[in-house]
């Protein structure tokens, strides 16, 4: 089990850049697989991407290939999403949400309370 807490939401203009990061408590983190969401408003919470915990194995959605960069550091119980090249569209609640299992086969079991991000045109 793992209590995720995100930080580094925030304003950005387009173009612009911001680091989340997230800090999950609990002794099973570095078997946790683990993973950043987002909610936009009047719409459906949706997977933004993804990292494994046997070899960080990365996965992303569309809309964050190329731009978004997903890494965790065991270490410090604390896993990182780079957002890069924001559009107004990235605005959005961002979660971080832990698995119960290594890999990202499963939905998410805990989820942090959100940070939110919003990308000015």
């Known amino acids: 089990q793992v209590n995720p807490v995100e930080s580094g939401g925030g304003l950005v203009q387009a173009g612009g850049s911001l680091r989340l990061s997230c800090v999950a408590s609990?002794?099973?983190?570095?078997?946790?697989?683990m993973g950043w969401f987002r909610q936009a408003p009047g719409k459906e919470r949706e997977f933004v991407a993804g990292?494994?915990?046997?070899?960080?194995?990365?996965d992303y959605s569309d809309s964050a290939r190329g731009r978004f960069i997903i890494s965790r550091d065991n270490a410090k119980n604390t896993v990182y999403l780079q957002m890069n090249t924001l559009k107004p569209e990235d605005t959005a609640v961002y979660y971080c949400?832990?698995?119960?299992?290594?890999?990202?086969?499963?939905?998410?079991?805990?989820w942090g309370q959100g940070t939110q991000v919003t990308v000015s045109s």
């Open positions: 949400a832990g698995y119960d299992r290594p890999d990202l086969t499963t939905t998410p079991k805990f």
């Open positions: 609990g002794r099973f983190f570095s078997a946790t697989a």
């Open positions: 990292i494994s915990a046997r070899n960080a194995a990365t």
